[in-house]
């Protein structure tokens, strides 16, 4: 008989130990939880002095904190209207799960709107989802190396700041995370960011960034660590700032570690513009920036401080950095590059190389007003020789001559490397390529001259060397 029982006990220790999934429903009918139901929503209130644990160990009450325990998960229902109390936060140690068919919110109560955090997922292998959701005050902090963060068609407006200086902030290392079709409008700080230690993979797109930055802190909009080994992609976004003198910027990218750079980051087809400045590469990294439509980043009060349309700094000299087919206007400085070695703006003298870049950049009203920097496309402060052929730049005729009064570089300073502009776009090179590649009349080329099928989308040059623009 006490065999008997002993099995039995084993055969039901599983049971009870088993992963639970939590609703908003289930917590507010759990005494203790913090968590209440009134007319269809519910308001997270948390508070303890002590910590408290309930529902046999699947959550804690510590302060005014809520966690959802390690192994167990949180599901956001369809309908939800969750709404934080000031100075409350929600941990989940788990999944979370909120992809809803029309939507969910997460808000503040009126006294919580300035002091209430959000949701921190802070788990080794937790993947939290998000759609259709709407984010007002609160935020997210995802740390989970083995994990996911996904995002889809989500809103986030008047970010706090109290969980973090941004709306979306990763605290760990990984990959596979992604925000798409996503609106970020008046947040105090940055809308999507992680540490400086903390390189993560994600693809940013289709997203509209619009009157961040309200703290006028330096936070810009996308603000991601580009070493490590997993790849970063921002592309087809519109990234707006507030058009006022500011410290808030567009995109930037930075290693400021000086970790292991084993990975590809991809700036493409965004529109930056109103910020005080457009895109920045900070430290060592592989970059493309390409197909962006970069216009009036000079909302800053010294030009010595920022209004670059896009800029590439790396004292060490060991970033790489290609850069083509953007349209570059109303900045301060159009491209500012201090101390990078390898800097390509346009290498058109032979096709065949596999550093070839036919530039197709277009500069227009760069300048700070100042007598020697009255015109300013390009300036080359470092000592490396910068390639930037192929581009069309912001003089009434593409002579050496009349370019060089838009370029800093050794003819300036005899201290800095040298800008070489010549051959600059006349209008024939693509043209003379496609003609040598002996294909037929339909075939389409990407912007480095490089054959594509005909379902490619992007900037296409067809084979007549008229460039068109194709969606998804």
């Known amino acids: ?13 599983p049971l009870s130990m088993q992963a639970k999934e939590y609703t908003f429903a289930t917590l507010a009918a759990i005494d203790g939880s913090g968590v209440t139901q009134k007319n269809g929503e519910y308001t997270l209130t948390p508070h303890s002095e002590t910590e408290l644990t309930l529902d046999g160990g699947g959550i804690t009450v510590s302060g005014t904190e809520l966690t959802i325990n390690e192994g167990n998960s949180l599901k956001i229902i369809d309908g939800d209207v969750v709404k934080f109390a000031a100075k409350t936060r929600l941990n989940v140690n788990g999944d979370i799960s909120a992809e809803v068919e029309n939507e969910a919110a997460l808000t503040a109560t009126g006294d919580g709107a300035e002091t209430a955090e ?18 007002e005050y609160v935020g997210i902090s995802f740390g989970s190396a083995q994990g996911a963060l996904i995002i889809d068609n989500c809103s986030f407006s008047n970010h706090n700041g109290k969980l973090s200086s941004n709306a979306v902030n990763f605290t760990a290392a990984g990959t596979g995370n992604s925000v798409t079709e996503t609106e970020f409008t008046g947040c105090y700080g940055g809308c999507i960011a992680s540490g400086a230690n903390t390189p993560v993979g994600i693809t940013i797109s289709n997203c509209e960034f619009t009157d961040n930055g309200t703290s006028e802190r ?29 410290r808030a910027g567009g995109i930037a990218l930075g290693n400021l570690l000086s970790m292991a750079v084993n990975n590809t980051c991809t700036v493409s087809r965004n529109t930056v513009k109103n910020n005080s400045y457009g895109i920045t590469v900070t430290g060592a990294g592989n970059v493309r920036i390409t197909d962006n439509e970069i216009t009036d980043n000079h909302f800053i009060s010294n030009p010595m401080s920022g209004g670059s349309g896009i800029n590439i700094t790396n004292p060490y000299g060991t970033s790489h950095a290609v850069v083509s087919g953007n349209r570059i206007s109303g900045h301060y400085w159009g491209i500012t590059i201090i101390g990078a070695n390898d800097v390509n703006c346009g290498k058109t003298e032979d096709p065949l190389a596999e550093d070839y870049n036919p530039g197709n950049n277009v500069f227009s009203d760069n ?8 015109k300013c496309d ?4 470092g000592t490396a020789t910068v390639y930037a052929q192929g581009n069309t730049w912001s003089v009434a005729q593409q002579t050496p001559e009349q370019i060089e009064t838009c370029i800093y570089h050794k003819t300036d300073n005899s201290s800095l490397g040298e800008v070489i502009f010549i051959p600059a776009n006349d209008g024939s090179g693509v043209e003379s390529i496609i ?9 389409q080329f990407n912007l480095l001259g490089q054959p594509v099928s005909q379902d490619a989308t992007g900037i296409i040059i067809l084979s007549n060397g008229r460039k068109i623009l194709k969606k998804k």
């Open 1 to 13: 008989m006490r065999k008997y029982f002993a099995i039995l006990a084993l055969l039901l220790l």
């Open 118 to 135: 959000g949701i921190r997922v802070y788990c080794e292998r937790a993947k939290a989802r998000f759609a259709n959701v709407r984010f």
């Open 218 to 246: 330096l936070l810009p909009a996308i603000n991601l660590t580009c070493s490590g080994d997993n790849d970063i992609i921002i592309t087809d976004n519109n990234v707006t700032g507030r058009g006022v003198v500011t």
């Open 367 to 374: 300048g700070n007003g100042e007598a020697e920097y009255a």
């Open 378 to 381: 390009l300036a080359n402060n």
């Open 435 to 443: 003609k040598d590649t002996d294909k037929a009349d339909t075939q």
